[in-house]
């Protein structure tokens, strides 16, 4: 029996050890910016990354309809619908579209890659720090901007990354309870009077609100400056905080700040009719639309001090190795619309449907209020002008990447009762 | 040499046990082990995460650092100690109501003349197949009240009744949500318990003098003891575990939990904290494991199947009857039909918590896409996507059901034929490992390990495969416990008896054994359908487009906020495990309460 034992012993251990050899193949890394070589004969044969010098979109087109096939990777459900109707204009090519939420899409990609296979072609997800510090600064996606629209983006919405569409986290409050916008310093938010009344959707379940409370936090000046505008006095920090912008999210979380599970539960707080009192929500621009669709009664707080709101881009790029770069590259374009619109066209609902799907393309599901598109030539869609009118703050990738972690340690001390 | 080696070769063949064991040493070790240690790993190495925070730090290179951010930071009070408290709160809380009421239940169910037993011991286990948080759903409707805004619960808005926050969120709501749930657990273990229980014991203390009170305390209790221990073991790790309740009613108040910990920090991709926390669960449940043996002890069993009928006696409740009829339909009604009728009427509203009648419509399960409601997505029955995951779940279900059924009958065998010696004690640990396991964490790592191929294992990256594989990993504890359960039950001798004979072993299995089991084959196979159907942490980061399950469909349609896809494909799931549940036990023809064991 002893020896029975043994032979046991022994089995384990050379099944582990096997084990642990499986893990060790599956760690090697794509370290620092210079490609390996797997990488670079890849992207010199898709044109991609440093090799993309000349888009021919003939040939482009005709390359990708022999690929076949594209497949994406995305936090957006609605992509589904852009492949549907890409597909329609495209029937050679099949688009299979993985909607995983933003957190998931880059635990999907980089765990694919460190276990070496490169399943993806196109990677679009929100999450700026993960984005550009990740993926792009270690070669696990590469940035491709459809030349017909290189001088219609914005510098800063096409380097180091394309941005496929703008969102925002913004503040809004029941219309039915009060007649304008209830406060004109976020201060406000800390007093008395907001103890238990503002809402915020769970900023450790969901990058879109990290993004916006840790942008507060970066802009520690001109909360400064806004707190003694708002009070006449210089601000007292509180022990351990660093300065005014934590300030104001650990005044905020000590004023009974309510977190929730869901955007929609945050946008329902302070929009549902027939409320005596309700909150302020800290929430997303595009919820706006469902004063039409769930009858909510929610306005813009804006102007506000120091800032209206915080934008955060949904980016897209190309994944490494991607088996598809040219059904990949023609995906990029289609999402950014047809070529021919300009801020004069017309477009009319229903966008995702008839004239309006053909020129907008890849746009229309995200046609609609509180999503912008970086080309500075498509009209924004009816209910959402406020955008151009409001003074917002925009994700810096480098803070989210470096000081996020340090904002959400700080939300996590300061949250917990 | 070769004379040693044809010795072990008699030996292994005279004891398939044996045989049984070293195969699943070396295939647990594999996929149970080796994730469990990638997981200590993970936690004293730099992982990409750190680096932002510890700039400079090598990914990969040893440190304290998540052990010190956890245990010694000024994080730890917040991150660390008062999630443990509340989690240790919660789940012992739990516990104790869960078990006092499954008791009761099932003491009820099977030992008195309680009427429409059949039907009641049917309708009572429905809250296990029902995912824990549609309670807590159902619970918000009711007593949520003014504190987070937006529409108020049944009570406030109807009754006008001011309900207080403690009532409405946090450790009181979170405790009896989970009770409903999890009573379920110790129900079934003591039913079962209470059903193998010959009454001719009890009667044999009556007849030696001994009164009603001390027969239960020195008969029954030692009898159904070894059932308390798995529901005590079962419920605490398991609601100390959970997530989805603590998130929905813990949140609002901040009540913070150790899951809810670790789902902040595995959605901000800090792998290191996340697992030392996960570890934390990990301790927390062996302790609960190990208290339980302490008090129990592992080898205290009773044989009392031996092959001979007996029949239980049944307590008359005379006047109580009525009473008790009355409580359990009211009880019925609130933790059950109300929650499914809230369920499907969600799914007839156009705007969600409107409850006008103006506001029906069918369109979530009938419409054609239209592109103002619900961003365009079809009604449920014509949705390509909710049909290729209804079959995709079903096939797991089955599959699933079918290899841990068996797989458990064999664990079971070789941990009970084994008995006593280190060996069993190991399968037996081993394949209750993955019980403990973090889902999440579970198949991040699984992710690692198979997606490239390695001898001759291909690579199962995307495939269904891959995730039939988890899904029998993370279900083995069950299927083990009822298998080894089962196998307790079955006298040694009937099985010697046949050796004798000459019979071998295959057949002694299939003629001898696995008919004696049945019941335990079928509970296995049940509980494991049931738990595949419902799974969605374990398989989230596994599932490829053409391999989605409805879980899948339910989480991706919840992260789009839409309410009204959520709960229908929710009752859909609910339907298919109900109607699972009828046709197995037809199909099996086995006692109601006994098709679900999770002894």
């Not at chain 2, 991709?269 to 926390?277: E, I, K, P, Q, Y």
Request: with cysteine; net charge neutral; aromatic share 12%.
């Amino acid at each position: 029996m002893k020896k029975m034992q043994k032979i046991i012993v022994l089995c384990l251990i050379i099944s582990l050890a096997i084990g642990s050899f499986a893990f060790a193949g599956g760690e090697s890394e794509i370290a620092g910016t210079e490609y390996s070589p797997e990488m670079d004969s890849w992207a010199q044969a898709a044109q991609l990354g440093k090799y993309d010098k000349k888009q021919d979109w003939d040939e482009i087109t005709a390359l990708a309809k022999e690929e076949g096939e594209v497949i994406i990777y995305s936090a957006s459900s609605r992509m589904a619908a852009v492949g549907e109707s890409f597909s329609k204009m495209y029937p050679e090519i099949k688009v299979t579209s993985h909607d995983l939420g933003s957190v998931k899409t880059f635990e999907k990609t980089v765990g694919e890659q460190e276990a070496g296979i490169f399943n993806a072609d196109i990677i679009t997800t929100g999450g700026s720090g993960n984005f550009i510090y990740d993926l792009i600064a270690n070669n696990r996606v590469v940035n491709f901007v459809p030349s017909m629209f290189a001088d219609r983006i914005a510098k800063e919405n096409k380097e180091p990354a394309l941005v496929r569409i703008m969102e925002a986290i913004v503040f809004m409050y029941n219309t039915e309870v009060n007649d304008a916008p209830p406060i004109t310093n976020l201060w406000e938010l800390t007093t008395e009077a907001y103890r238990g009344k503002v809402v915020i959707k769970d900023p450790l379940a969901s990058l879109s609100n990290l993004m916006g409370v840790a942008t507060i936090a970066q802009h520690a000046d001109e909360m400064k400056k806004a707190y003694k505008e708002f009070t006449g006095e210089d601000i007292v920090l509180s022990e351990g905080v660093p300065d005014a912008g934590y300030e104001f999210l650990y005044r905020l979380l000590h004023n009974d700040l309510i977190i929730l599970d869901s955007g929609s539960k945050t946008t329902g707080a302070s929009g549902k009719k027939g409320q005596t009192d309700p909150p302020v929500s800290i929430t997303s621009f595009t919820y706006l639309r469902y004063n039409g669709t769930k009858d909510y009664t929610n306005g813009l707080i804006y102007p506000v001090e120091p800032a209206d709101g915080v934008i955060y881009p949904t980016y897209t790029a190309i994944a490494a190795r991607a088996a598809h770069p040219n059904a990949a590259k023609l995906f990029t374009a289609y999402m950014l619309g047809d070529p021919s619109i300009t801020l004069d066209t017309v477009i009319e609902k229903p966008f995702t449907e008839g004239k309006s799907l053909e020129i907008l393309q890849g746009l229309a599901p995200y046609y609609e209020i509180g999503s912008v598109s970086p080309r500075d030539d498509v009209p924004l869609p009816e209910g959402g002008e406020a955008w151009n009118e409001m003074n917002m703050w925009v994700v810096d990738p480098e803070y989210m990447w470096y000081d996020a972690p340090k904002v959400q340690d700080f939300w996590i001390k300061e949250s917990a009762r | 040499m070769s004379k040693t080696l044809k010795f072990y070769r008699a030996k292994l063949k005279s004891k398939p046990e044996l045989t049984l064991s070293i195969f699943f040493i070396i295939v647990f070790s594999f996929l149970i082990v080796v994730p469990f240690l990638k997981m200590i790993h993970t936690t004293f190495t730099y992982q990409s995460y750190d680096l932002r925070l510890a700039r400079g730090a090598v990914q990969g290179a040893f440190t304290w650092f998540h052990y010190q951010r956890v245990f010694a930071s000024d994080l730890t009070k917040s991150f660390f100690i008062t999630p443990l408290l509340n989690s240790i709160g919660v789940g012992f809380s739990v516990t104790i109501i869960a078990m006092i009421l499954g008791s009761l239940l099932a003491w009820l169910f099977v030992r008195t003349d309680i009427p429409h037993r059949k039907f009641f011991q049917t309708v009572i286990v429905v809250p296990y197949m029902i995912p824990s948080w549609v309670i807590a759903l159902a619970w918000q409707l009711f007593f949520q009240n003014t504190r987070i805004g937006g529409q108020s619960g049944v009570l406030s808005t109807f009754f006008h009744i001011d309900v207080p926050d403690w009532l409405s969120y946090g450790f009181v709501p979170i405790v009896i949500c989970l009770a409903l749930h999890y009573y379920s657990y110790t129900f079934l273990l003591m039913s079962g318990a209470l059903q193998t229980i010959d009454s001719e014991l009890e009667e044999a203390g009556s007849i030696a003098g001994l009164k009603r009170r001390e027969i239960l305390r020195k008969i029954t209790f030692p009898l159904v003891l070894p059932a308390l221990g798995s529901s005590f073991v079962l419920t605490v790790t398991r609601s100390m575990g959970t997530f989805g309740t603590p998130a929905l009613l813990g949140l609002p108040v901040r009540f913070f939990t150790i899951p809810t910990q670790i789902y902040a920090m595995i959605n901000a991709r800090n792998m290191g904290d996340s697992f030392v926390l996960a570890l934390v669960l990990i301790v927390m449940a062996i302790t609960a494991i190990s208290i339980n043996n302490k008090i129990i002890g592992v080898r205290k069993s009773f044989v009392t199947m031996k092959g001979k009928g007996f029949r239980a006696k049944p307590m008359e409740l005379g006047k109580a009857k009525p009473v008790l009829v009355t409580l359990l339909i009211v009880f019925i009604i609130m933790i059950i039909v109300l929650p499914i009728i809230m369920l499907t009427w969600s799914t007839f509203m156009l705007l969600p918590d409107n409850y006008s009648f103006s506001n029906l419509t069918s369109h979530f399960w009938v419409g054609k896409s239209d592109a103002m409601i619900s961003s365009g997505e079809p009604g449920i029955f014509l949705n390509r996507g909710v049909l290729r995951a209804t079959l995709n779940s079903v096939k797991l279900g089955v599959l699933a059901s079918i290899v841990n059924a068996f797989l458990g009958l064999l664990i079971g065998y070789s941990v009970v034929k084994n008995r006593g010696t280190r060996i069993s004690k190991l399968i037996e640990g081993v394949a209750f490992a993955p019980y403990v396991f973090p889902g999440i964490a579970f198949s991040a790592i699984y992710l690692g390990m198979f997606s490239k191929s390695f001898g001759p294992i291909p690579a199962m990256y995307g495939t269904f495969a891959l995730i039939l594989l988890i899904v029998i990993v993370k279900n083995l504890p069950f299927s083990s416990r009822s298998g080894i359960a089962a196998m307790l039950q079955v006298d040694k001798s009937l099985e010697e008896t046949a050796s004798i004979q000459g019979i071998p072993w295959l057949k002694r299995f299939r003629l001898i054994i696995l008919p004696l089991c049945k019941s335990g084959f079928v509970s296995g196979m049940l509980l494991t359908f049931i738990t595949a159907m419902r799974e969605l942490s374990l398989v989230i980061l596994l599932v490829a487009p053409n391999t989605g399950l409805l879980t899948t469909m339910i989480f991706s349609y919840k992260t789009q906020e839409q309410t009204q896809h959520v709960n229908g494909v929710t009752l859909i799931l609910l339907v298919i495990i109900i109607l699972a549940n009828i046709i197995i036990k037809k199909f099996a023809n086995t006692k109601t309460g006994q098709s679900i064991n999770l002894g």
